[in-house]
């Protein structure tokens, strides 16, 4: 057995780099051990890429509202899809090169290689030896493809290998409408491929508010055409591959498979640590302080399966790396939940969900954005947001929306959530005109106007006189 180290981060994604942040500002002695390519999932296959994607069919699919504006000759451009898929992965180089440099400097620290646990204390890492007084999994998730679809070899594309491709065919079916697969599928249609989804769930993207998704279905129904409650079977004919759903008969050149995402968590060895996993193979794991159970083993990031965000990873892993340091575990408080989905309309999640509220006890006000004076100037007025309130004090709980700049005003309620804010609190804050945000002012002011009267007013008491600069 080596050196005993004082701590071994397993996986240099994420949630792995940001526990190692924290376990050198406290040690020398630590070990990072990483199985495959380096540089995290959102800067490699995730976030990053697809954004530039989804930035190069937004631009191209802008022509559709030139004539709104007074600008002729849309209709003859044009899209290099080669090129764009070129200055994808060029970005995404960019942004893996950035990563990579958090590794640079460790030296021996640094070991590639596939790491197994041995119990709470020892690994093995290709049949080298390694103990350490506290362990990090950290390990990431793999895209979701059926076994039986393998067969197809790489005419089944996830977004590990999307980004890869030189060019696209001209027709591609999404399997799994979650976030991942609604921004891949809108954003391949607005390119010019010929795109039709699938999804067993009864709703898209994992929106949970009826009124918000029947808004954001029938927008996204202008697009392509998807298949809600539809489970999706493979099978090759002449003419590419046939997939079946009901009566539902298509027939593509390749599939996205787009199911989520599994977590890296079989083969390293956690039945070692002598604690019950649940059906999944997952051990009980403490999102306060992310160790499993009372052991000296920490377990974050997609490696959970608790939220494949980057921003949750990075939390999980400086929870842990705090505590793989500690003398005392420390429980810490999470972020207010926050989801932003890139579509367009964008979809946001905030807070509680609709499907998480007590609505006995809720107040809601909706704003739709058809009449919306901004967004009207822009040609984006569409889509609908609905913010939840406590009807006992008003204050802020959640919202579901799918509408323009939802990024930006979920990252509003956000912080009004996280600062326990009341609708009236929330009012009473300066809103600029003309800006998006008006929208969120327009479903504050409905649920203010169902809380009991001797609440504090905001600035603006008066009946309506129809100007949202105004009311």
Same mark, same amino acid.
């Given at each position: 057995?080596?050196?005993?180290?004082d701590?071994?981060i #397993?996986?240099a994604?994420t949630?792995?780099l940001?526990?190692?942040?924290?376990?050198?500002?406290?040690?020398?002695?630590?070990?990072? #051990?990483?199985?495959?390519?380096y540089?995290?999932?959102?800067?490699?296959?995730?976030?990053?890429?697809?954004?530039?994607?989804?930035?190069?069919?937004?631009?191209?699919?802008?022509?559709?509202?030139f004539?709104?504006?007074? #600008?002729r000759?849309g209709e003859?451009l044009t899209?290099?899809?080669?090129?764009?898929l070129?200055?994808?992965?060029k970005?995404r180089?960019d942004?893996?090169?950035?990563?990579l440099?958090?590794t640079?400097?460790?030296g021996?620290?640094?070991l590639?290689?596939?790491?197994?646990?041995l119990?709470?204390?020892r690994i093995?890492?290709d049949g080298?030896r390694?103990?350490?007084k506290?362990?990090?999994?950290?390990t990431g998730?793999?895209?979701?493809?059926?076994?039986?679809?393998?067969?197809?070899?790489n005419?089944?594309?996830?977004t590990?290998?999307?980004f890869?491709?030189e060019?696209?065919?001209?027709?591609?079916?999404?399997?799994?409408l979650?976030?991942i697969?609604i921004?891949?599928?809108q954003?391949?249609?607005?390119l010019?491929?010929?795109?039709?989804?699938f999804?067993?769930?009864?709703?898209?993207?994992?929106?949970?508010?009826?009124?918000?998704?029947?808004?954001?279905?029938?927008l996204l129904g202008?697009?392509?055409?998807?298949?809600?409650e539809?489970?999706?079977?493979?099978?090759?004919t002449?003419?590419?591959?046939e997939?079946r759903s009901?009566?539902?008969?298509?027939?593509?050149?390749?599939?996205?498979a787009?199911?989520g995402?599994r977590p890296?968590i079989?083969? #390293?060895?956690?039945?070692?640590?002598g604690?019950?996993?649940d059906p999944?193979?997952?051990?009980?794991v403490?999102?306060?302080?992310?160790q499993?159970?009372?052991?000296?083993?920490?377990?974050v990031?997609?490696?959970?399966g608790?939220?494949?965000?980057?921003?949750?990873?990075?939390?999980?892993?400086h929870?842990?790396?705090?505590?793989?340091?500690?003398e005392?575990?420390?429980?810490?408080?999470?972020r207010?939940?926050?989801?932003?989905?890139?579509?367009?309309?964008?979809?946001?999640?905030?807070?509680q969900?609709?499907?998480?509220?007590?609505?006995?006890?809720?107040?809601i006000?909706?704003?739709?954005?058809?009449g919306?004076g901004r967004?009207?100037?822009?040609?984006?007025?569409?889509?609908?947001?609905?913010?939840y309130?406590?009807?006992?004090?008003g204050?802020?709980?959640?919202?579901?929306?799918?509408?323009?700049?939802?990024?930006?005003?979920a990252?509003?309620?956000?912080?009004a959530i996280?600062c326990?804010?009341?609708?009236g609190?929330?009012?009473?804050?300066?809103?600029?005109?003309?800006?998006?945000?008006?929208?969120?002012?327009?479903?504050l002011?409905?649920?203010?106007?169902?809380?009991?009267s001797d609440?504090?007013?905001?600035?603006?008491?008066?009946?309506?006189?129809?100007?949202?600069?105004?009311?």
């Amino acid at each position: 057995m080596k050196q005993v180290k004082d701590v071994i981060i #397993i996986g240099a994604g994420t949630a792995g780099l940001t526990a190692l942040r924290e376990v050198r500002k406290r040690t020398d002695n630590f070990l990072l #051990i990483n199985d495959g390519p380096y540089g995290t999932t959102c800067a490699r296959v995730g976030c990053m890429p697809s954004k530039a994607l989804i930035e190069a069919a937004n631009a191209f699919h802008r022509r559709h509202a030139f004539e709104a504006f007074g #600008i002729r000759g849309g209709e003859r451009l044009t899209v290099d899809l080669p090129f764009v898929l070129r200055r994808v992965r060029k970005l995404r180089d960019d942004f893996v090169s950035g990563v990579l440099k958090a590794t640079e400097s460790l030296g021996d620290r640094n070991l590639a290689g596939r790491a197994r646990l041995l119990g709470p204390d020892r690994i093995d890492v290709d049949g080298s030896r390694f103990q350490a007084k506290r362990i990090i999994i950290a390990t990431g998730s793999r895209p979701v493809v059926p076994d039986s679809w393998r067969s197809f070899g790489n005419r089944i594309l996830t977004t590990d290998t999307l980004f890869e491709q030189e060019t696209l065919p001209p027709r591609i079916a999404v399997v799994g409408l979650g976030p991942i697969g609604i921004e891949l599928a809108q954003a391949l249609s607005r390119l010019g491929i010929h795109v039709v989804g699938f999804d067993m769930a009864r709703m898209l993207a994992g929106m949970s508010d009826e009124l918000v998704h029947a808004a954001f279905a029938d927008l996204l129904g202008r697009e392509f055409a998807f298949h809600m409650e539809s489970a999706a079977s493979l099978s090759e004919t002449p003419d590419g591959i046939e997939i079946r759903s009901g009566q539902i008969r298509v027939v593509v050149d390749q599939v996205i498979a787009a199911m989520g995402r599994r977590p890296n968590i079989d083969g #390293i060895g956690l039945e070692t640590l002598g604690v019950e996993l649940d059906p999944r193979g997952m051990p009980p794991v403490d999102s306060a302080t992310m160790q499993i159970s009372d052991l000296p083993v920490f377990l974050v990031g997609d490696a959970n399966g608790h939220a494949a965000v980057l921003h949750e990873a990075a939390d999980e892993g400086h929870i842990a790396g705090f505590n793989a340091m500690a003398e005392h575990i420390q429980c810490f408080k999470r972020r207010t939940p926050l989801g932003i989905i890139f579509s367009d309309p964008g979809i946001a999640k905030v807070g509680q969900r609709f499907a998480e509220l007590d609505l006995s006890s809720t107040l809601i006000g909706g704003a739709r954005f058809a009449g919306h004076g901004r967004a009207r100037t822009a040609e984006r007025n569409k889509g609908m947001m609905r913010i939840y309130a406590s009807m006992a004090n008003g204050r802020l709980l959640g919202a579901e929306m799918c509408v323009s700049a939802a990024e930006h005003m979920a990252q509003l309620l956000a912080l009004a959530i996280e600062c326990k804010l009341t609708v009236g609190e929330l009012l009473r804050m300066p809103f600029y005109h003309p800006v998006f945000e008006e929208g969120v002012r327009a479903a504050l002011k409905k649920i203010a106007s169902k809380l009991p009267s001797d609440r504090k007013p905001d600035l603006a008491v008066c009946d309506s006189i129809q100007s949202e600069a105004l009311d």
